[in-house]
């Protein structure tokens, strides 16, 4: 299935979650932007490689975004295929984000302010 097609699913759980509108728009801005880096023969769920994920978070990074910034985008990708593998209509896929307790992409550090 289309990564940009279950985003739209996602973002319909999200407001049946009833998640506050700003945060889904937040969700949605980064996916948009993540599965747009991708090769289109891994915009399909099930295809995406913590490599990817890892990818893009340095490709942001190299393009001087902010260290917050660059978190926001893991913690969006991080719940999306969170709520991906608990999906059963989706068939329960991996996330590319961990393999069983190990994480495989792990969550960037934000310095601390002073």
């Given at each position: 299935m289309d990564l940009l097609e279950v985003v739209h699913l996602f973002v319909a759980?999200?407001?049946?979650?009833?998640?506050?509108?700003?945060?889904i728009e937040s969700y949605q801005r980064h996916l948009k932007?993540?599965?747009?880096?991708?090769?289109?023969?891994?915009?399909?769920?099930?295809?995406?490689?913590?490599?990817?994920?890892s990818g893009f978070l340095a490709s942001e990074r190299r393009r001087g975004m902010s260290p917050v910034t660059i978190l926001d985008r893991y913690v969006a990708i991080n719940v999306f295929f969170n709520w991906c593998e608990s999906v059963e209509e989706l068939g329960f896929p991996?996330?590319?984000?961990h393999r069983g307790n190990r994480k495989t992409v792990k969550r960037p550090r934000v310095p601390k302010k002073e």
């Open positions: 759980a999200k407001q049946g979650e009833l998640v506050k509108e700003a945060t932007l993540f599965i747009a880096s991708l090769p289109p023969d891994r915009a399909e769920l099930g295809k995406v490689l913590a490599s990817d994920v991996p996330s590319p984000m």
